[in-house]
């Protein structure tokens, strides 16, 4: 079996996790990671979706803060602090600073950012294929209003500086309407027996990477089944700020609003008009909801996207692994 999954940091990676403990030896999972969060840093190129899932299933991520590398050291941030180098608000570790030495190192040499991440992965190992979703240069921004006044700034900077504090007034993928889908992309969502929509957050990390032209319509003209599992339990986000860029784009935080914001594909196998001109094509064709969220299945299945309530808290590796069972489950059920 061929699994293709979108997927962005933390969330993502721990579902990956699970998903290999259920899959067999011979299957084949290629993970199509969001570059949107990249950022650069100390002149170098930070990719920290990419890295997140790599050093997650590679088995050297940081467990309790689900990023960076495990067994830290700081010297190099303490430094640049000395030498009045910031930003000081985005740490990078002795470890994470050597990988986006050899990554930058390997781009300016030439290289395209798919083979980069090919070539650092034969050190993790992670037992999947690890695409970026683009090798052009897309950067997540966000629109704020503060006390400087309406501006634009880097996700990285929204997040981790602001802490999300302030209200995203508009989500945008700079760069993304010109990028092209990299190597191996759409051959694979074409090629694929199961999509997978990770509970990664759905505007930043999977709608950057719908962004990109030709993917949402590969995801959508795929013949196979397209499950997604909800990131927000009990009308709130399990991890992370998802609500604030939902409600940047007209979204309420709630598992049936999410399901429908991505739509679904039984309404365009029907011949309606959604995601006819000037709408986005609709992409699922099951969607998991948390058992807390059991009110939430008649809207969705109201808008022909199948839609089951299982426990989605990934407490463990047994719980993980369950809810990946459970989206393979659903894949079949709803395979045409």
């Given at each position: 079996m061929r699994i293709v999954a979108l997927a962005g940091g933390i969330g993502g990676a721990r579902f990956l996790r699970g998903l290999k403990d259920v899959v067999s030896p011979e299957d084949e999972i290629t993970v199509i990671g969001n570059t949107g969060d990249d950022i650069h840093l100390f002149g170098l190129k930070v990719c920290p979706d990419l890295d997140t899932v790599m050093y997650t299933l590679g088995g050297g991520i940081h467990e309790e803060q689900g990023w960076g590398r495990a067994d830290e050291t700081w010297s190099i941030k303490a430094e640049m602090k000395e030498y009045g180098v910031g930003p000081e608000w985005f740490g990078l570790g002795d470890r994470d600073f050597a990988t986006h030495l050899v990554r930058s190192q390997m781009l300016t040499a030439g290289y395209s950012l798919s083979q980069v991440t090919e070539a650092l992965c034969v050190r993790w190992q992670p037992g999947v294929r690890l695409l970026p979703m683009s090798d052009d240069r897309v950067e997540t921004?966000?629109?704020?209003?503060?006390?400087?006044?309406?501006?634009?700034?880097?996700?990285?900077?929204?997040?981790?500086?602001?802490?999300?504090?302030?209200?995203?007034?508009?989500?945008?993928?700079?760069?993304?309407?010109?990028?092209?889908?990299?190597?191996g992309v759409l051959e694979a969502i074409a090629a694929a027996d199961v999509i997978l929509l990770p509970p990664s957050n759905p505007v930043v990390s999977i709608g950057t990477i719908l962004a990109v032209p030709g993917i949402r319509q590969a995801v959508s003209q795929a013949s196979a089944p397209v499950v997604g599992l909800s990131p927000i339990i009990g009308g709130a986000p399990v991890r992370g700020m998802a609500d604030k860029v939902l409600a940047a784009v007209g979204v309420e935080a709630t598992a049936d609003a999410v399901a429908l914001n991505y739509g679904g594909r039984a309404a365009q196998r029907a011949g309606s008009d959604e995601g006819g001109a000037g709408r986005a094509a609709g992409l699922l064709d099951g969607w998991l909801v948390d058992t807390a969220d059991q009110d939430a299945v008649a809207a969705v299945e109201a808008a022909g996207i199948r839609c089951r309530a299982v426990p989605l808290l990934m407490t463990d590796a047994e719980a993980t692994a369950a809810m990946a069972r459970a989206a393979l489950e659903l894949a079949e059920q709803v395979r045409v």
């Open positions: 921004h966000v629109r704020i209003t503060d006390a400087d006044g309406t501006r634009a700034i880097h996700f990285q900077e929204y997040w981790v500086r602001l802490h999300a504090a302030v209200d995203a007034e508009a989500i945008i993928p700079v760069g993304a309407d010109t990028a092209k889908p990299a190597p």
